[in-house]
Nanobody, 125 residues
Framework: VQLQASGGGLVQPGGSLRLSCAAS????????IGWFRQDPGKEREGVSC????????YYADSVKGRFTISRDSAKNTVYLQMDGLKPEDTAVYFC???????????????????WGQGTLVTVSS
């Protein structure tokens, strides 16, 4: 069971990046999936997830309207399209699977069974 994240990098404020997370050893369709981020010295933050039960998406208030999560079942991959990036989006981003994701009541749990390695996103001019 493995999650392989990629796509991080350095981007100027207002720019875009797309993160990818490819799963192997299990099907992402069977679990809630999503992205977290963590800046040094801060708590890990849930950014976005897709509920396994109904496919509804959740977004943290800090990224609503700028980030879009999607899933490609054929490729067993989840993506995070990040537009309008801000310096405060700078963090290590982690993909994860199998955790509490209930978008209808704005809940995204922080304890996942499967984690990918982090990918660093730096937003700076």
């Amino acid at each position: 069971v493995q999650l392989q994240a990629s796509g991080g990098g350095l981007v100027q404020p207002g720019g875009s990046l797309r993160l990818s997370c490819a799963a192997s050893g299990f099907s992402l369709d069977d679990y809630s999936i999503g992205w977290f981020r963590q800046d040094p010295g801060k708590e890990r933050e849930g950014v976005s997830c897709i509920s396994s039960s109904d496919g509804i998406e959740y977004y943290a208030d800090s990224v609503k309207g700028r980030f879009t999560i999607s899933r490609d079942s054929a490729k067993n991959t989840v993506y995070l399209q990040m537009d309008g990036l801000k310096p405060e989006d700078t963090a290590v981003y982690f993909c994860a699977a199998d955790f509490i994701c209930i978008p209808t009541i704005q809940i995204m749990g922080k304890h996942a069974d499967y984690w990918g390695q982090g990918t660093l996103v730096t937003v700076s001019s």
